[in-house]
């Protein structure tokens, strides 16, 4: 059953952040994490604009800081989410050979939504949009890692 789970995209104070903390607020009995697969904001906490729409849901990610991914999140975490297909694949080029840690864009878990990727809200500015969409897949994981 999958305990761990890291939660990936680009810069890591955004998407990913935002999908640990909604995650964790819905499923606080497993491991959560996030990262991003750039390094330019490595210990700094989530984005402003992003805290913000956040905290007015109730989530709360003050706590978090960023990182980039490393080999190692391979063995720790079982199941890997990425916020989109670009991020999946730089994930995928990263794999270490013989590693089977399951990569998934996040979206397939809610595909009522009708989007294939969680849009950059750093680029995008919908920041609130962009909690309403974690928050729907963050639901579809729970649903579906209650069903395995």
Same mark, same amino acid.
């Given at each position: 059953?999958?305990?761990?789970?890291?939660?990936?995209?680009?810069?890591?104070?955004?998407?990913?952040?935002?999908?640990?903390?909604?995650?964790?607020?819905?499923?606080?009995?497993?491991?959560?994490?996030?990262?991003?697969?750039?390094?330019?904001?490595?210990?700094?906490?989530?984005?402003?604009?992003?805290?913000?729409?956040?905290?007015?849901?109730?989530?709360n990610l003050?706590?978090?800081r960023a990182? *980039?991914?490393?080999?190692?999140?391979?063995?720790?975490?079982?199941?890997?989410?990425?916020?989109?297909? *670009?991020?999946?694949?730089?994930?995928?080029?990263?794999?270490?050979?013989?590693?089977?840690?399951?990569?998934?864009?996040?979206?397939?878990?809610?595909?009522?939504?009708?989007?294939?990727?969680?849009?950059?809200?750093?680029?995008?500015?919908d920041f609130?949009?962009?909690?309403?969409?974690?928050?729907?897949?963050?639901?579809?994981?729970?649903?579906?890692?209650?069903? *395995?």
């Open positions: 059953m999958t305990r761990r789970i890291l939660f990936v995209c680009l810069g890591n104070i955004c998407r990913s952040p935002t999908a640990e903390g909604v995650f964790r607020s819905m499923a606080p009995d497993m491991e959560t994490d996030s990262c991003g697969t750039a390094a330019w904001h490595v210990g700094k906490p989530p984005y402003g604009p992003m805290q913000v729409a956040a905290g007015q849901k109730g989530y003050s706590d978090l990182r *980039q991914i490393d080999l190692s999140d391979f063995d720790t975490f079982d199941l890997i989410i990425a916020m989109d297909a *670009q991020n999946k694949a730089e994930i995928e080029a990263l794999r270490p050979e013989g590693n089977g840690t399951p990569v998934r864009v996040f979206t397939e878990f809610a595909p009522e939504t009708g989007m294939d990727h969680v849009p950059d809200p750093y680029y995008t500015r609130a949009g962009a909690v309403r969409l974690i928050e729907s897949a963050a639901t579809g994981l729970k649903r579906h890692l209650d069903l *395995q």
